[in-house]
């Protein structure tokens, strides 16, 4: 055993295969740029199709999920407070952050990580 495996560096613990559809997992969240609530049915599906076959997978689809419920929950917080004029500041900085930690998750899925989105609300168990 090689000294990067001895060390538990989670690479080398997670197949390349479970790590590809963890990866997918969080992009899946991106078909919410081109269909409305696709943010949360992406992750969805993918949480549906390999929770029982892939322990990695499956726990990133949830952890996708729960995060991008709350995403769409901040939107609507968003969409409420237009009427004082910050609503739409705080949708464009929702929005930014959403892109960034979702494109975190998805690096550190490929690498065999295990992501935890922070301020998420969970959910979905």
């Given at each position: 055993m090689g000294a990067s495996e001895a060390s538990g560096s989670g690479r080398s613990e997670v197949p390349a295969d479970e790590r590809t559809w963890g990866m997918l997992a969080h992009l899946a969240a991106?078909?919410?740029?081109?269909?409305?609530?696709?943010?949360?049915?992406?992750?969805?599906?993918?949480?549906?199709?390999?929770?029982?076959?892939?322990?990695?997978?499956?726990?990133?689809?949830?952890?996708?999920?729960?995060?991008?419920?709350t995403v769409a929950l901040g939107a609507l917080v968003c969409y409420a407070l237009t009427w004082l004029g910050v609503g739409f500041l705080l949708f464009v900085a929702?929005?930014?952050?959403?892109?960034?930690?979702?494109?975190?998750?998805?690096?550190?899925?490929?690498?065999?990580?295990?992501?935890?989105?922070?301020?998420?609300?969970?959910?979905v168990a």
């Open positions: 991106l078909a919410g740029i081109l269909v409305p609530l696709g943010n949360i049915l992406g992750p969805f599906v993918v949480w549906l199709a390999r929770r029982g076959g892939s322990r990695f997978a499956g726990d990133q689809a949830k952890e996708a999920l729960n995060f991008n419920i929702l929005a930014l952050y959403w892109l960034a930690m979702t494109i975190i998750a998805a690096i550190k899925a490929s690498e065999g990580t295990r992501y935890h989105y922070p301020l998420a609300v969970r959910l």
